[in-house]
């Protein structure tokens, strides 16, 4: 096996060659070379001390970026390439990093303690390959297995029990038994995360291709970290409209989405909302008053406790709260969203929409139209640079001081009326004509 590098990973190991060491390429980069996908990051493992790999490279910028466990971060021509010394881990105590760490001249070693087969593997430009724990014949299976024992794996850091659904959505593999049994019997350990490494995890995860199955097969690990999801599984909606149970709709519309994670975070909390708001006419049909509102509650109290930052959280919830908003597809109705949302925020109100739509029974899915038609009329209104938003309006607050107009509310209240009056084609979008109207709003 012969692996076609970067210039800058080939000088890496000739640097340590000539220092006498031997650096291997490990981990992702290894799996993702094997999957056909090209790597974003390239880490390496050696024999080398963190002391030796400084002064090897000591033509090189170096940062002792994890120094205390190993790890520098060393620059050559513009690529980071991060160097650990192979080492021994101890106990986790705290099911999240070890107590100690020992560094070795031993390859294997460091291998055995890595957590999936899949990121056990090594690679040497003349030695090819070192795959000692069958990792390269799990991904010809699609297979997620731990390394060694998966309950000590898991127990060590927690974290892991999350990589490892994440992997699963990802790459759209299967856990191995043992290893998806270890996962649910210590998903418990969650709790001892930081809300910063999950967040990451889930990130990645809930915009895998293979996400539906994860939501719904590992349904009470993830209800771990968003317990939202526990009333959601197997909630039936008793509504003709549905052809599938509140989790089940949620997991199918998330996969019809691009794995954008703001899209995907809308979609999962979309109608978590459901099971709090039920209720049943006369005829037995469900109906959910509200669910919106209660799921967009539940999105901004998940998100905050994930500390996910303020502007991602606000627009995931704007998104909840109008996913189930009708929206008239003419041109005025798509310029009052367009200054409610902003275009890009708009253009993925469409999109779960659309998503939402296509997870609902076949007979119903009636709203594609509507919702095609009202991307054609925002693509005329972007087109066309209509006025949507103040600094659009062809005038501004210096145009009102000019008039004497000096109260800050007032200018505010006339360049808001003037600016509805636009978007519904009341009024023209010209400077002349608009000022005309300002005189007259201001005497009112």
């Not at 090897?56 to 021509?77: L, P």
């Not at 999105?299 to 994930?306: C, D, G, I, Q, S």
């Not at 009708?326 to 929409?353: C, G, H, M, Q, Y």
Request: one cysteine or more.
């Amino acid at each position: 096996m012969k692996l076609n590098l970067p210039v800058a990973v080939e000088k890496a190991f000739k640097q340590l060659e000539s220092c006498g060491f031997c650096g291997y390429l490990v981990g992702g980069c290894v799996r993702d070379f094997l999957l056909g996908t090209p790597p974003t990051d390239f880490d390496m493992t050696t024999d080398a001390t963190p002391d030796e790999i400084i002064k090897c490279f000591a033509n090189h910028r170096v940062v002792e970026t994890g120094i205390r466990h190993g790890t520098v971060t060393v620059m050559i021509e513009g690529m980071a390439i991060e160097i650990t010394t192979h080492r021994i881990e101890g106990d986790y105590s705290d099911n999240r990093r070890p107590d100690t760490v020992a560094f070795t001249r031993n390859l294997a070693d460091d291998l055995a303690r890595r957590d999936f087969t899949i990121n056990a593997m090594a690679y040497h430009p003349q030695k090819g390959l070192i795959d000692l724990f069958a990792g390269s014949q799990d991904i010809k299976n699609k297979i997620v297995r731990c390394v060694g024992n998966p309950s000590h794996r898991m127990a060590e850091d927690a974290l892991r029990i999350l990589r490892g659904l994440r992997f699963a959505a990802v790459l759209g593999f299967d856990l191995e038994p043992e290893t998806g049994r270890a996962i649910r019997q210590n998903c418990g350990q969650l709790r001892h995360i930081s809300a910063e490494r999950i967040a990451v995890e889930l990130d990645k995860l809930i915009c895998g291709k293979n996400v539906k199955a994860i939501i719904l097969e590992e349904t009470a690990v993830l209800g771990v970290v968003i317990p939202e999801l526990l009333p959601a599984k197997n909630f039936n909606q008793m509504n003709p409209h549905h052809c599938y149970d509140v989790l089940t709709h949620t997991a199918v519309a998330m996969e019809t989405l691009a794995p954008v994670p703001r899209l995907r975070w809308v979609m999962l909390f979309h109608d978590l909302g459901k099971p709090a708001t039920f209720t049943r006419d006369v005829d037995g049909v469900g109906h959910f008053k509200g669910h919106s509102k209660v799921s967009e509650g539940m999105a901004r109290e998940r998100l905050t406790a994930l500390r996910f930052s303020r502007n991602i959280v606000d627009q995931v919830c704007l998104l909840v709260k109008y996913h189930d908003t009708l929206i008239e597809a003419d041109k005025t109705s798509v310029k009052r969203w367009l200054n409610r949302l902003s275009e890009p925020l708009f253009r993925d109100l469409i999109a779960i929409k659309r998503g939402d739509n296509l997870a609902q029974a076949p007979q119903y899915r009636d709203r594609l139209v509507s919702l095609q038609k009202l991307e054609v009329l925002l693509d005329q209104v972007i087109a066309e640079k209509a006025c949507f938003s103040l600094k659009d309006l062809a005038v501004n607050g210096h145009d009102l001081i000019d008039l004497g107009i000096t109260n800050g509310v007032e200018i505010g209240r006339i360049l808001k009326q003037l600016l509805a009056g636009v978007i519904e084609e009341v009024y023209q979008n010209e400077k002349e004509s608009l000022m005309k109207k300002v005189k007259e709003i201001h005497r009112c």
